[in-house]
């Protein structure tokens, strides 16, 4: 089955210490992005990667690390969490012709 | 920046019925996607309907439809015989067309959609 795999789905951590979240793809899509998702914000741009070894910022990029050594995966890195990065986060990947993105389940994360 | 507005954060409709979901965007680009996803309660995000700008007609995807008006910005979703599993928040999203971009989809808020029975 086609699809995106994020985990965990669901993680709750204090403040400073440092957390993975990872993401995979078994679909050989080029690009790959990071949103977060808040109320009354929809969905906003972390990072984004058009292929291995590739990667930029998006909207909010602050506090979040990326890599992209492998096709299939795209790990979103919080090297020091703070409260204000609790959201909900989804890792999506897509091939090129505006044929939108395909979306893991998501991970609801908590920092307290 | 491309902007997506969805001015209606609530809406409600009663089974069988028909409802409509409002969208518009800015952008100065004449190229370009624009997307309906769902999101239910497991919020897993769905991609419902896909147009692309230089395509005058209507997508249409079983019970959904679109109402794309270009020069007026707006695409708008009809859901036609509401179900109870089209409960869901409906986002609208834009993505720029051409090499070079982000692969940015822009979302707008939402629209939180209840189908009473």
């Known amino acids: 089955e086609a699809q995106v795999t994020q985990n965990p789905r669901y993680l709750i951590t204090v403040t400073g210490k440092k957390l993975t979240v990872t993401c995979s793809q078994n679909m050989n899509h080029e690009y790959m992005s990071w949103y977060r998702q808040d109320p009354g914000l929809g969905l906003r741009q972390i990072y984004y990667?058009?292929?291995?070894?590739?990667?930029d910022k998006g909207d909010v990029p602050e506090g979040y690390k990326v890599s992209r050594k492998e096709k299939r995966n795209f790990p979103l890195i919080l090297e020091s969490p703070s409260p204000n990065q609790t959201s909900l986060y989804f890792c999506?990947?897509?091939?090129?012709?505006?044929?939108?993105?395909?979306f893991g389940s998501g991970t609801r994360l908590t920092v307290v | 920046a491309q902007t997506v507005t969805q001015s209606q954060p609530e809406m409600s409709v009663q089974e069988a019925e028909t409802v409509t979901l409002s969208c518009t965007y800015d952008?100065?680009?004449?190229?370009?996607?624009l997307f309906w996803y769902k999101q239910p309660p497991s919020r897993q995000m769905i991609l419902v309907i896909r147009q692309e700008a230089y395509k005058q007609q209507n997508a249409t995807e079983n019970r959904f439809s679109v109402n794309f008006q270009k020069a007026a910005k707006s695409f708008s979703l009809k859901i036609s015989d509401s179900q109870l599993g089209d409960t869901a928040m409906y986002f609208c999203?834009?993505?720029?067309?051409?090499?070079?971009?982000?692969?940015?989809?822009?979302f707008g808020a939402g629209t939180r959609l209840t189908v009473k029975p």
């Open positions: 990667s058009m292929n291995v070894e590739v990667t």
């Open positions: 952008t100065s680009e004449n190229n370009y996607y």
């Open positions: 999203a834009f993505m720029k067309q051409g090499a070079g971009n982000n692969n940015d989809m822009r």
């Open positions: 999506a990947s897509s091939r090129t012709g505006g044929y939108g993105y395909t």
